[in-house]
C-alpha cells in the first residue's frame, strides 16, 4: 500500500507558523482522501483536517478551524498542513494518513496507511 512521509515539523514560539508536508510513495495517491491527526503526550491521536481525493472538500476540527489549511498538490503525490498562529496546545505529532473512504474523515478507523509523523512544539 501507499507509503506516507510527514516533514515540516520543528519548534516554534506561540503565534509562528510551520507548514508540514506528506509525499505519498505513488500515484495512486491521486485516489485517496486525505486527514491530518494529531498526538500529544499521553493523549490519544485526535483529528486535525482532511482533504477529498480531489481536493474540493476540507474539513478541520474546530480547535484549528481559521488557523490551519489543508491542501494538496497531486502532481507531485504530496499533501500539506499549513499551519498559523500556533498555540502551545498544538504541540503534538502530527500524522498524515490516507483513506479510500469519501465520507467520515474524522475518524481514524476509515485510515488505511499511516506516516511515522512530525514533532512540532510550540512554546510560550
Known amino acids: 500500500q501507499v507509503q506516507l512521509v510527514e516533514s515540516g515539523g520543528g519548534l516554534v514560539q506561540a503565534g509562528g507558523s510551520l507548514n508540514l508536508s506528506c509525499v505519498a510513495s505513488?500515484?495512486?495517491?491521486?485516489?485517496?482522501?486525505m486527514g491530518w491527526f494529531r498526538q500529544a503526550p499521553g493523549k490519544e491521536r485526535v483529528f486535525v483536517a482532511a482533504?477529498?481525493?480531489?481536493?474540493?472538500?476540507?474539513y478541520y476540527a474546530d480547535s484549528v478551524k481559521g488557523r490551519f489549511t489543508i491542501s494538496r498538490d497531486n502532481a507531485k503525490n504530496t499533501v500539506y498542513l499549513q499551519m498559523n498562529t500556533l498555540k502551545p496546545e498544538d504541540t503534538a505529532v502530527y500524522y498524515c494518513?490516507?483513506?479510500?473512504?469519501?465520507?467520515?474523515?474524522?475518524?481514524?478507523?476509515?485510515?488505511?496507511?499511516w506516516g511515522q509523523g512530525t514533532q512540532v512544539t510550540v512554546s510560550s
Open positions: 494518513a490516507a483513506t479510500v473512504y469519501h465520507t467520515d474523515y474524522v475518524a481514524p478507523d476509515r485510515y488505511h496507511a
Open positions: 482533504i477529498s481525493w480531489s481536493g474540493d472538500n476540507t
Open positions: 505513488e500515484r495512486t495517491f491521486n485516489y485517496y482522501g
